[in-house]
C-alpha cells in the first residue's frame, strides 16, 4: 500500500521569496515521486521526478526538491517566487510490489495552492 | 503536435442519462488512464489501460467503463449519470506503464468539466 500526504492545504508569498511546498509519503518498497503543477483550467504538468539516481532532484522553472528516506518526505523547493509560480501543485507517488514492480498506478497528494503576492 | 486531447470541455448531464468522454493521444502512449478531480481529494484514478485491448480498474471504477480498440483512444463512459459524478475528469498518457523501476512522465489534457443535475 502507498499514500501521500501534503501537508499544507493553502501556501502563501511574496513574490521574490523561498517557496517550501511539503509532501511525506508512504510506500512498502523503494517509491518513484514526482512533483506535477496545475495552473487554472490547464491539465498537470511535470515538474521533476525522483527515481533512485541522486536524492536532490532538479526541474522545470527553478523547482528542486530533495528526497530523504529517513524522514520519508519529498519537500518541494524554489529559491525565489515568480508570480507565474501560482498554481497547484500535487505530490504523487508510485511504488513497488512485492515483485519489485509496480503497475498502472499512481497516487496523488490532495494538493497545495500557492499564492504569490506582488 | 496535439498531444492529448479531450472532449468536450464542459456536459451537463441529467441523472439518468449516459455519454462518453473522449480522449485521444497522437504520441504512440502505451498507457493511458482516467482521473476524476474532486476538491480537496487530489486526483483519483478511475480506469487505466496499459495497450490496445488491455483495461484494468483504479481506485473509483463504479460507474464507468472503459474499452480501448486503439492505441490512440480511450474513451469513458458513464452509463447512469448520477450527482456524484460531478468532477473534473481528465485523461493522462505515458510512454510506458508506471513502474518503480521506470517511470515516463504522464501527459494530460485539459480535462472535462462534467456537472450532473
Known amino acids: 500500500a502507498q499514500s501521500v500526504t501534503q501537508l499544507d492545504s493553502h501556501v502563501s508569498v511574496s513574490e521574490g521569496t523561498p517557496v517550501l511546498l511539503r509532501c511525506n509519503y508512504s510506500?512498502?518498497?523503494?517509491?518513484?515521486l514526482f512533483w506535477y503543477v496545475q495552473h487554472p483550467n490547464k491539465g498537470l504538468q511535470l515538474l521533476l521526478k525522483y527515481t533512485s539516481a541522486a536524492t536532490l532532484v532538479k526541474g522545470i522553472n527553478g523547482f528542486e526538491a530533495e528526497f530523504k528516506k529517513s524522514e520519508t518526505s519529498f519537500h518541494l523547493t524554489k529559491p525565489s517566487a515568480h508570480m507565474s509560480d501560482a498554481a497547484e501543485y500535487f505530490c504523487v507517488v508510485s511504488g513497488a510490489n512485492a515483485g519489485g514492480t509496480s503497475y498502472g498506478k499512481l497516487t496523488f497528494g490532495q494538493g497545495t495552492i500557492l499564492t504569490v503576492h506582488p | 503536435n496535439a498531444g492529448v486531447t479531450q472532449t468536450p470541455k464542459f456536459q451537463v448531464l441529467k441523472t439518468g442519462q449516459s455519454m462518453t468522454l473522449q480522449c485521444a493521444q497522437d504520441m504512440n502512449h502505451e498507457y493511458m488512464s482516467w482521473y476524476r478531480q474532486d476538491p480537496g481529494m487530489g486526483l483519483r484514478l478511475i480506469h487505466y489501460s496499459v495497450g490496445a485491448g488491455i483495461t484494468d480498474q483504479g481506485e473509483v471504477p463504479n460507474g464507468y467503463n472503459v474499452s480501448r480498440s486503439t492505441t490512440e483512444d480511450f474513451p469513458l463512459r458513464l452509463l447512469s449519470a448520477a450527482p456524484s459524478q460531478t468532477s473534473v475528469y481528465f485523461c493522462?498518457?505515458?510512454?510506458?506503464?508506471?513502474?518503480?523501476?521506470?517511470?515516463?512522465?504522464?501527459?494530460f489534457g485539459n480535462g472535462t468539466r462534467l456537472t450532473v443535475t
Open positions: 510506500s512498502s518498497y523503494s517509491p518513484s
Open positions: 493522462a498518457s505515458s510512454y510506458s506503464a508506471p513502474r518503480s523501476s521506470y517511470n515516463s512522465p504522464l501527459h
